[in-house]
Each structure stands twice: as structure tokens, then as C-alpha cells.
T-cell receptor, first 115, second 115 residues
């Protein structure tokens, strides 16, 4: 079965620091990749998604992610974080074929940004 | 806001009672999904429904849990005889189509607490 690994459980950064959150998945076929953000007490919001084409994807709020097929990775980046980026970030994958409507999520990475 | 609407946002039930969670998908979406988020865990797929049909319930516990998406009205996730282990956030999601190439949008979640 496919799985999604997020390397960091909790990341603490100061404002203006650069961010990179790791995400690896285990599936060799066609995938769609997503990053969702969950602010405290709120629902999951879509940050960005990769379906095909340019492997560097730009999302909302200055976030971007790079799909590296050879590494099965889809890392999330932001050059300069703000206090308002404090949230939990989830990587998710949708695979082709049977069960292609099921998103498989990583366990999430909590980001705390210190003013 | 024409997003995925869930209610109630918070629900407290005593052990043995029933919990009913409701979900109205985004306008125009006929594909509905339920996910459960346990503490310190990522979201896990429970069930996928289209109007009047359960397409995949492979993620549903075998007993006490059921879901429906009637021709008229919201989708309902029903948990009978709740136990403490059912305490979690339950997220509904919807999409326009199914599978690769479709974005899944999430609601704000229903937080169930069993006391």
C-alpha cells in the first residue's frame, strides 16, 4: 500500500527564516500531490497541488513545492516565514488506478513561527 | 462561501449514544468523502459516496459506523453506541469528479468528543 512520510514532526522557526518541509511517498505510478495547511481549530485548506507539467509548483501565501520524481519527493518551501504561517502542514498523494479517489496523508508537520 | 459545509462543528456525546455528522458538498460536486483525524495522526480515509451510492467503505470500522448520501439533502456519517476511541475530528470532503486530476476540497470538520 502507498504511504506518505513527512520527516519532521515539529519545526520551530523565527520570522523571516526559510522553510523546507520534507515529503516522500511510496508509489511508482502516476500521482497527484497536494499540500494542505490546517490552522489551529480550522479546516484543511489547499496550499498547492501538482498534477503534471512543471515540477515546480507555486501555491498561495508564497509557498511553493518541487516534485522530484526520481526521489519520490514533494518538498514544501517558503523563502521567508511569518508568524501567521504557524499551522500544521499535511502532504497528501492521490494515486492512479484502483482507489484513485483516496487521498493518503502524511502524519503532518507542525510549524511554529516565533515573532 | 460555497465551500464544503459541515455541522455540527463540535459534538459531545456520552458513551453509548449516537452521533450524527452532516456534510453538504460544494455546489456542483457529487463526490463526497469522509476522513477521520485521530490525535497526532494524519487523516485517514473512511468512505467515498456518490448520490445514493456507497462506492468504497473500505476505511470504515466494521461495526457501529455507517454513511449515506441521499438523493436530497446532506451526507450523513452516523456512529452508533459511541466509545471513547471514537473521539476525533471528522472531515468531509467533496470533488467535482473522481480520481487523478481532481482536487478534493475539505470542510471545517466536526470534532466529536465522547465522555
Amino acid at each position: 500500500a502507498q504511504s506518505v512520510s513527512q520527516h519532521n514532526h515539529h519545526v520551530i522557526l523565527s520570522e523571516a527564516a526559510s522553510l523546507e518541509l520534507g515529503c516522500n511517498y511510496s508509489y511508482g505510478g502516476t500521482v497527484n500531490l497536494f499540500w494542505y495547511v490546517q490552522y489551529p481549530g480550522q479546516h484543511l485548506q489547499l496550499l498547492l497541488k501538482y498534477f503534471s507539467g512543471d515540477p515546480l509548483v507555486k501555491g498561495i501565501k508564497g509557498f511553493e513545492a518541487e516534485f522530484i520524481k526520481s526521489k519520490f519527493s514533494f518538498n514544501l518551501r517558503k523563502p521567508s516565514v511569518q508568524w501567521s504561517d504557524t499551522a500544521e502542514y499535511f502532504c497528501a498523494v492521490l494515486i492512479s488506478g484502483a482507489g484513485s479517489y483516496q487521498l493518503t496523508f502524511g502524519k503532518g508537520t507542525k510549524l511554529s513561527v516565533i515573532p | 462561501n460555497a465551500g464544503v459545509m459541515q455541522n455540527p462543528r463540535h459534538l459531545v456525546r456520552r458513551r453509548g449514544q449516537e452521533a450524527r455528522l452532516r456534510c453538504s458538498p460544494m455546489k456542483g460536486h457529487s463526490h463526497v468523502y469522509w476522513y477521520r483525524q485521530l490525535p497526532e495522526e494524519g487523516l485517514k480515509f473512511m468512505v467515498y459516496l456518490q448520490k445514493e451510492n456507497i462506492i468504497d467503505e473500505s476505511g470504515m470500522p466494521k461495526e457501529r459506523f455507517s454513511a449515506e448520501f441521499p438523493k436530497e439533502g446532506p451526507s450523513i456519517l452516523r456512529i452508533q453506541q459511541v466509545v471513547r476511541g471514537d473521539s476525533a475530528a471528522y472531515f468531509c470532503a467533496s470533488s467535482l469528479g473522481q480520481g487523478i486530476g481532481n482536487t478534493i476540497y475539505f470542510g471545517e470538520g466536526s470534532w466529536l468528543t465522547v465522555v
